[in-house]
């Protein structure tokens, strides 16, 4: 997982212009509407990079504390966000530095396939929760572009939607739905190939009691 770390360190000034060439808007406005976002709420952005969701939750007029694993990134961000409701906080490759029950939502984009467990990492994620929490989840369908691995660091290639339905609940989330976002990520590898890669949003809501 230190080499997550080291990746994302490295990649870190430059992840702006390499996001807008893998994903585009339509994610982040899938993710901001699905969570239901309205001001003075608490979010939390889990693999937050240099703050593609948690600049969006923070025009809405929530307060964002956006966990990563990457100084780099935690600094970029930070930088970025200045003077905004924006509380950095840095995570090991295991534990989420998330209080039980201090979050409305939970928000993550791609994210997730760089976890090294994802169903405790959504478990994780929905102990943050308050009762009544959103968690939403935007990341990779299951693909073959094994190279993404050696070359972006992905642990998993994406996930099948049916597992990650099975996952938010296990986690005692309700009302889960795992949808298509009509968005694809594409990246291109070092010999060329192009990846179009579909991406989905899983949401689920902490019960009330
Ligand atoms: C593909 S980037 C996505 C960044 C951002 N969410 C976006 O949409 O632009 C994945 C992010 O997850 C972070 N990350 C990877 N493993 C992590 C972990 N175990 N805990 C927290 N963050 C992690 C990386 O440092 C990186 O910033």
Redesign the pocket.
């Known amino acids: 997982?230190n080499d997550?770390?080291e990746?994302?360190?490295d990649v870190?000034s430059r992840?702006?212009s390499m996001?807008r060439q893998?994903?585009g808007e339509g994610?982040?406005q899938a993710a901001m509407a699905a969570a239901g976002i309205e001001p003075g709420m608490t979010v939390a952005?889990?693999?937050?990079?240099?703050?593609?969701?948690?600049e969006a939750a923070i025009e809405v007029g929530a307060r964002v504390i956006g966990?990563?694993?990457?100084e780099?990134?935690l600094a970029q961000v930070t930088a970025r966000l200045a003077g905004k409701p924006f509380e950095p906080r840095?995570?090991?490759?295991?534990s989420?530095p998330l209080l039980e029950g201090e979050a409305d939502a939970v928000i993550?984009?791609?994210?997730l396939?760089?976890?090294?467990d994802p169903p405790a990492?959504i478990r994780e994620m929905a102990r943050a929760l308050k009762p009544g929490g959103r968690l939403v989840i935007?990341d990779a369908d299951m693909h073959t572009h094994e190279w993404l691995r050696t070359e972006?660091?992905?642990?998993w290639l994406g996930f099948d939607r049916g597992e990650i339905a099975r996952w938010f609940s296990a986690a005692g989330l309700e009302g889960v739905t795992v949808a298509d976002t009509q968005e694809v990520c594409s990246p291109t590898s070092e010999c060329g190939t192009k990846a179009a890669i579909t991406i989905f949003l899983a949401r689920g809501q902490k019960p009330l009691n």
Do not use: C, I, K
């Open positions: 997982m997550t770390r990746y994302f360190n870190a992840w702006d996001r893998f994903f994610v982040r952005d889990v693999g937050t990079g240099t703050g593609f969701l948690a966990v990563d694993l990457s780099g990134m840095q995570s090991e490759p295991t989420l993550a984009n791609m994210f396939h760089h976890a090294e990492t935007t972006q660091h992905d642990r």
